[in-house]
């Protein structure tokens, strides 16, 4: 018996597999049983390191340059070494939690994470220094498609389909308290100098290691649909009902238990295909699929540094980004075990577009993270402790949005008014002047702390109700990748506007940006009909 096997005896023939939490009526809900509290130290803990590692920089880049006589150009790869790293090792680290025990990827990542502090807390110049990052962005990898997998896992187990105060609680750790990153580095570099902001990782990996084996399961449903023990999809299905019946309700856009369809089982990209089942067994390098992580990160790669060049010198780095997607596409479209799925995408709009919402959402968010920042250094003149303390608003007023929306199942309304918020705050970026009063900084970090608690909620609990049960963990992981697309993007547009000085000339010119990708987002959400549909599925669900 395999070990999907033995877990689907101990809980009995599961719900048809849907591109959501499916509600379950069996004993899980009649003898009330409760998302496990215990995970929660956890699974928060292990998604606020991405976050935290990767604002915490910002107040750190003009003292590190100053320790090692290295120009703003080298300091700058102490930001794009960890999006690049981490864009690329987010939807790798949902693979792996796909496939694999999540327990384990999660003490492996915490552990890299921790010895990335003790390198850059002992970095001798800034090439290890980088290095640290690079090691730092596989580490802090692991924590969000493991918490996403594990609130999937305790959504089938308990038959609570929308644990909206977890999702909550996740929220607020992995987008709200970035803001506070810049807060904290200036605090650490008043303390001590800068290496602290890579030694706090040290005693935040330690908690993790500790709280991770004491308390996330060995097991968990990760075999469902992505078997690591051999056999073929088409068995596991046997266990839960069939993919016809799925695919039958799928057609009409919502499934038998209520959720969101994707298309992907009408679409072939369920338990069969046009050349039969798709076997989940074969070695390991096939199941890692080796070949499409490789294609995958050529293309992410290039379209990266592309936007950190952004220039028309550069642009055969877009043409490669393109060529090396396709080939991606052709391979996944052929492989037994693909990386990415490919077909999940094609046959889902929906799903794209909680992608591209993502990137408007983080484009718009890095902007204000660091070129505000900046501005309020170098334009502003204040120090990098008074810097950070100027986004304390956006966390205090992000902390309340997260509270209130939080346990609101709808998901419509939060985007619409989250994306309203941006371009309120962006245009607000007009009035701001050299001599620019303290209660107009305030003023403009408290209408930035709204989005930043309630639209990135909001996109994540999307993708909650629209990945599928088995692409939990690596849809997770995407999310992320595109995240941190928009933040090079923000990266590469900050460093545009302020090419010749950090002023108030070009902090206007970035407003101009954020307030056309906030309008950009808010037109989005208004034609997404499929919205409706989600907001029906979180409603009934929960």
Known sequence: MTRRDAAGAGRGAGPARTSGPARTSGTARASGAAFDRRLLGPMILGAILNPINSSIIAVALVPIGAAFGAPASQTAWLVSALYVTTAIGQPLTGRLVDLFDPRRVYLVGTSLTGVAGV????????????????????????????????????AKRTGRASPAGVLTAVAVATQTVSVLGPTLGGLLIDLGDWRLTFALNIPLALACLVLGWLYLPRETLAGEGCADSGGTEADAAGAGGTEAGSAGAGAAGIDRTGAVSTGAVSAGAGTARAGGARSTGGSLLVRLDPLGVALFSAALIALMFFLMALDAAHLWLLGTAAAAAALFAWRELRAAQPFIDVRVFASSAPLLVTYVRMTLTATVSYCFVYGFTQWLEEGRGLSPTLAGLMLLPTFATGIVGSALWGRKPGVRAKLLVGALAQAAGSALLFAVEPGAAIWLIVAVALVFGVPQGILNLAVQNTLYYQARDEFIGAASGLLRTFMYVGAIAASAATGLVYAAEVGTGGLHRLAVLMVAASALQVVITLADRSLLATDRQAVNGG
């Open 119 to 154: 390198i850059g807390a002992l970095a001798p110049g800034i090439g290890v220094l980088i290095l640290a990052r690079v090691i730092l962005g596989l580490g802090t990898c692991a924590g969000y498609p493991v918490t996403m997998h594990l609130i999937r896992h305790e």
